[in-house]
């Protein structure tokens, strides 16, 4: 089973729930932060109230959800504090009325005086029915927020509460984690081109079978998604895998064998900044693909097998000593780990070879890496593919400084 990636790791989030019936997915979202390792203070309007009891927050978060202004037994500015401590406010649901308060700037309750006191960004995940949502008023109310730099995620089209299906429908839970993932993420990679490869490849024998590995593609896909999250613009050529990217952002472009691996890269490598091959690619393909399925024969059956190209190797002769675009290999040993890794370095003239032995790094959520480069060797020591891949990419990120 996979994990949910720690990315929210010492943040503190503000929820405040306003009152409708989508009310009841900012447990879903309270839940979702607080897997991303993020530390959740509630705050419910009097009508969020009469959507989602306050115990459920409490008992989800760890923490008693915040509702009065004028709670007495608290003794200082209840509204100061919360939006002290808060690296994001996000108001899910927002309602029409909710956002007209912001937009105007009143304070009667302690969600619209925590709003005005806000000193980090805010996040609305509007939810209302399609005419609240295009009516004048609202339209005006968002652009104002929008002017002022709050972030808006939704939202959709999709079956109201009603029954009815137009726009005016909260976003999903995990769509609004991954936008307070993008609100809070350094954007230090925007205006990236980032290129990564990710999974397997299958090398076909007959129409039904295939010699293949088992590379998950969840190393590829966390850069992909780190990268995603910093600003980069990203695209993802991936082998058959059975995950995909959390962020939508990233382009994706399926191929199966190495040659169609290395069609699709060479087709796009003029445009990006930086190849990331995290793929594990197939070093061998059958000689020959049969037409119709082999049929089971004799007691042994040889297969014929040729080499591949190496894409990476490719790369790293095509750019020659241009050093553009930054190229990163990985390698999978079992042995003699900075030894191979180096040889790979030289041979297929890239910047960095990220390796891993293969018992700690094949389709686990953790790896064990280190990063070689002409500098030196980085070893990383165990840590979560989506730690390795933001450490990957602040390397990245120096490489692209030079030249
Ligand atoms: O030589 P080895 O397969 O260990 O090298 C691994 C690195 O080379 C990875 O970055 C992988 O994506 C890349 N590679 C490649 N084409 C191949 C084999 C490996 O691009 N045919």
């Known amino acids: 089973m996979s994990t949910t990636a720690r990315t929210l790791e010492g943040k503190h989030v503000l929820l405040i729930v306003g009152g409708g019936i989508a009310a009841f997915k900012s447990v879903t979202l309270a839940r979702e932060l607080l897997a991303r390792g993020a530390t959740v203070d509630t705050l419910m309007t009097d009508a969020g109230q009469r959507f989602v009891g306050a115990v459920t927050f409490a008992g989800i978060t760890g923490r008693a959800p915040l509702t009065d202004l004028w709670d007495a037994s608290f003794s200082g500015e209840l509204h100061v504090e919360l939006t002290d401590r808060a690296d994001l406010i996000v108001v899910c649901p927002a309602t029409a009325d909710l956002m007209a308060k912001a937009a105007a700037g009143l304070a009667n309750d302690l969600a619209t005086a925590a709003l005005l006191c806000a000193k980090s960004p805010v996040l609305w995940a509007p939810a209302m029915h399609t005419r609240m949502w295009d009516h004048p008023s609202t339209r005006s109310n968002i652009a104002a927020l929008r ?44 205006g990236v081109r980032l290129l990564v490869s990710a999974g397997p490849t299958h090398e ?47 382009k994706l472009q399926p191929v199966r ?29 059958p000689a020959e693909v049969a037409t119709q399925k082999i049929k089971k024969s004799g007691e042994t059956l040889s297969i014929e097998l040729v080499k591949n190209p190496d894409i990476l190797a490719g790369l790293g002769s095509w750019r020659g000593e241009a050093k553009r675009p ?44 280190t990063i070689v480069s002409a500098d030196g060797e980085d070893a990383l020591g165990r840590a979560p593919k989506s730690t390795v891949a933001g450490a990957l990419l602040d390397r990245i990120k120096a490489l692209l400084k030079t030249v």
Do not use: W
Not at 338 to 349: D, I, Q
């Open 147 to 190: 002017a002022r730099g709050d972030l808006m995620e939704g939202p959709v089209v999709g079956a109201l509460a009603n029954g009815a299906v137009g726009a005016g429908r909260m976003s999903e839970p995990t769509a609004i984690a991954l936008a307070v993932e993008r609100a809070l993420s350094p954007r230090d990679l925007l």
């Open 204 to 250: 076909a024998l007959d129409p039904v079978r295939f010699i293949g590995n088992r590379s998950s593609g969840k190393m590829g896909i966390a850069i992909a998604d780190a990268a995603a999250r910093r600003g980069a613009e990203v695209t993802l050529v991936h082998g058959p895998i059975a995950i995909r990217p959390a962020h939508s952002s990233v």
């Open 257 to 285: 064998s190495a040659r169609e691996m290395q069609d699709a890269i060479t087709a796009l490598r003029d445009v990006h900044d930086v190849i990331v091959m995290a793929a594990a690619v197939a070093d061998y393909r």
């Open 326 to 369: 930054v190229l990163v290999g990985f390698a999978v040993e079992t042995t003699d780990l900075v030894g191979y890794a180096r040889k790979k370095l030289e041979r297929k003239r890239c910047d960095c070879i990220v390796a891993n032995l293969a018992s700690d790094g094949f389709e686990g959520d953790d790896n064990v890496v």
